[in-house]
């Protein structure tokens, strides 16, 4: 049965940080990409960073310098993946979604609030 967890998220004031964290279990996932996205309130989900099976990262313009991204492969149906979150904003609340590429079906995600 295919998992995707995600934890890590709350309340957090503009400036602050956040780890987020995804358990994915289940299926192949360590010769993906994986991704997280953010979906915040009346938008669309989004994709804000990912990262290939051999690492390298991608970001959105909105969150690069401030995002990172990696993962830990325990086992191919094993993975692991983190979002770090630095210099939060306003405008990076959301849900907080991760997922392969191509996407499986969704998470309940981990919910960022950012404000003062």
């Known amino acids: 049965q295919v998992q995707l967890v995600e934890s890590g998220g709350g309340l957090v004031q503009p400036g602050g940080s956040l780890r987020l964290s995804c358990a994915a279990s289940?299926?192949?996932?360590?010769?993906?990409?994986m991704g997280w996205y953010r979906q915040a309130p009346g938008k669309q989900r989004e994709l804000v960073a990912r990262?290939?099976?051999?690492?390298?990262?991608?970001?959105?313009d909105s969150v690069k310098g401030r995002f990172s991204i990696s993962r830990h492969n325990a086992k191919s149906t094993v993975n692991t993946v983190y979002l770090q979150m630095n210099s939060l904003k306003l405008e990076d609340a959301g849900v907080y979604y991760c997922?392969?590429?191509?996407?499986?079906?969704w998470g309940k995600g981990t919910l960022v609030t950012v404000s003062s």
């Open positions: 990262i290939t099976m051999s690492g390298s990262t991608d970001y959105a």
């Open positions: 289940g299926t192949i996932f360590d010769t993906y990409t």
């Open positions: 997922n392969r590429l191509p996407a499986l079906p």
